[in-house]
């Protein structure tokens, strides 16, 4: 990985910081994206440390926010002149029906369009560097939870209705939009020498669900304690698809545990996975 740099979101904590310090390791330089300031310098400086790495510097934004989004992808243009990985892995659950700053459901905000504006707006620029090195990848991170959607897919009617809101099935749309942005984006990329794959990491003890309330907060504490995995364990994936020369050129998977897999049926669809790109384009004005 010398020579490449890899911009990760979520990277302050969990698999997001795992990630960030294996890649470093092996010589790349890496960009933090994290909400919190303080929290994030240090982060970055605990990473500089372990890896003796100095390339690692951070960006700070709310990616739930688009014009937080829009800002980061502008910084990282004003700093760095390449992109070899981004790694699209901030995600959080919520108990109850929040709207972003852009009146758009939080969930389906911070999990859906943070990866999808992201990874437009930098789009030309791992374009450009799978033209000068060779390849370019984007690993999106989704999950199992994507099945609870069920077999009708988005309901894209519903997702800003407060009354049709629930919490698990919520997060699992949102998984969903993270593989039918994959399929769609895996297709638009074709020749372009940029890969794009999903991965469920499985369940994995982080601070994923400390942010919900009453008994769902209880119950993923719970499935964390009994059967979560390592953040080690948890990012062996994602480091794998973000650098591995066996992988180089494929595309358009859902991956877990190392291993290609297929995802629920209606991910397939190609009316959802259009629909959901016309979506996006349409609340965010790119694509």
């Known amino acids: 990985m010398q020579g490449k740099r890899a911009l990760i979101t979520g990277a302050t904590d969990g698999i ?19 909400r ?11 990473l500089q440390k372990q890896t003796g ?64 504006l992201l990874t437009n707006l ?3 620029m791992l374009v450009d560097t799978a033209a000068a090195s060779g ?10 939870a994507h099945k609870s959607a069920g077999s009708d897919g988005m309901h ?26 994959t399929y769609e984006l895996d297709l638009r990329l074709a020749g372009t020498g940029v890969s794009v794959n999903a991965v469920n990491p499985g369940l994995v003890n982080t601070s ?6 009453g008994w769902i907060r209880h119950f993923f504490k719970l499935m964390k304690i009994v059967m979560g995995q390592t953040p080690k364990k948890g990012a062996e994936t ?11 050129g494929i595309s358009g998977k859902y991956w877990a545990f190392l291993q290609q897999h297929d995802s629920s049926d209606i991910s397939y669809d190609r009316e959802q996975q259009r629909k959901l790109w016309q979506y996006s384009a349409a609340a965010s004005g790119v694509g």
């Open 16 to 34: 997001g910081k795992q990630a960030a310090l294996e890649i470093a390791s092996m010589g790349a330089a890496v960009t933090l994206v994290g």
């Open 36 to 46: 919190n300031e303080a929290k994030t310098r240090a982060v970055c400086g605990e």
């Open 53 to 116: 790495n100095p390339d690692i510097n951070w960006l700070l934004g709310d990616l739930s926010s688009m014009d937080a989004v829009r800002r980061i992808a502008g910084e990282f243009r004003e700093r760095h002149d390449r992109l070899d990985v981004l790694l699209n892995n901030a995600g959080a659950s919520f108990s109850s029906y929040y709207e972003s700053v852009d009146g758009i459901e939080m969930t389906i905000a911070l999990n859906h369009f943070s990866y999808y």
């Open 122 to 124: 930098l789009l030309d």
């Open 135 to 144: 390849e370019a990848r984007i690993v999106n991170v989704s999950s199992s």
């Open 156 to 181: 894209f009617d519903a997702l800003n209705d407060p009354s049709q809101f629930k919490p698990f099935p919520a997060y699992g749309r949102s998984k969903l939009a993270n593989l039918l942005f």
């Open 208 to 213: 994923i669900g400390d942010n919900m309330s």
């Open 238 to 248: 994602l480091v794998y698809l973000a650098t591995a020369p066996e992988v180089a």
